[in-house]
Nanobody, 123 residues
C-alpha cells in the first residue's frame, strides 16, 4: 500500500476543531509530507507541509495560526490539527507524500496522494 490514507474528517460548527490523520504502509521517514484541500468547483490548494530530516513546517496564509502539522515517522503517520474552523474551510482534504525530503507548496511536487477526507464547517 503506497497510497496514504486520510481519516478524521467530518462535520463541525464554525469555531470548532478537527484533527486529520494520514497513515501509510510505506515508510515516511525522510519524505516530505503535505496537506492540500479542494473545495467544490475550485482548484486544489496547499494547506500545510512538513519536511523530512529537519521537520520544517510551512502553512498557507489562510491556515497559519489556526493549524498545526505534525508527524510520527516511527509509526508512518502525519496529522493536521485545525482550530477555529470557518465555513470557507469546507473542502476535501488530501494527504500527499513527496519522495524527496523536501515538502513544497505546489501539488505537482508530490508523488502519492490519498483519496481525501471531507471536512464540512457549518455556520
Amino acid at each position: 500500500q503506497v497510497r496514504p490514507v486520510e481519516s478524521g474528517g467530518g462535520v463541525v460548527q464554525a469555531g470548532g476543531s478537527l484533527t486529520l490523520s494520514c497513515t501509510s504502509e510505506r515508510r515516511l521517514v525522510t519524505h516530505g509530507l503535505g496537506w492540500f484541500r479542494q473545495a467544490l468547483g475550485k482548484e486544489r490548494e496547499f494547506v500545510a507541509s512538513i519536511q523530512g530530516i529537519d521537520g520544517k513546517t510551512t502553512y498557507s496564509d489562510s491556515m497559519k495560526g489556526r493549524s498545526t502539522i505534525s508527524r510520527d515517522d516511527s509509526n508512518n503517520m502525519m496529522w493536521l490539527q485545525m482550530n477555529n474552523l470557518r465555513p470557507e474551510d469546507t473542502a476535501v482534504y488530501y494527504c500527499a507524500v513527496d519522495l524527496t525530503w523536501q515538502a513544497q507548496t505546489t501539488s505537482s511536487s508530490y508523488d502519492y496522494w490519498g483519496q481525501g477526507t471531507q471536512v464540512t464547517v457549518s455556520s
